[in-house]
C-alpha cells in the first residue's frame, strides 16, 4: 500500500490549515513519546509532513506576491 501524507489525502478546500493541524499532531505525539518510544516513527513522519506543508504553504504564499505585481 502506498504511502499518502496528510496532505495529499485530505480535499485541496480542506487543506488551509494543514501546517496548524500538523504542529497539533506533533504536540500530541511528542508527549507521547516521552513515556513511550515506540511513537517516535510517527513524529518522524509528523516533522517530514510539516516541513513538506510549511514548504508549501511559503511556496504558495511566493505565487501569490509574483502575482499581485
Known amino acids: 500500500m ?3 501524507s496528510i ?3 485530505i480535499p485541496r478546500a480542506s487543506r488551509a490549515s494543514d501546517v496548524v493541524r500538523i504542529e497539533a499532531a506533533l504536540r500530541t505525539v511528542a508527549r507521547l513519546v ?3 518510544e515506540t511513537y517516535l516513527p510517527i513524529f518522524e513522519r509528523l516533522q517530514r509532513e510539516h516541513a513538506q506543508a510549511k514548504a508549501r504553504e511559503d511556496q504558495l ?3 501569490a506576491r509574483w502575482a499581485a505585481e
Open 34 to 36: 516521552i513515556t513511550d
Open 7 to 9: 496532505a495529499t489525502a
Open 61 to 63: 504564499a511566493e505565487v
Open 2 to 4: 502506498p504511502s499518502t
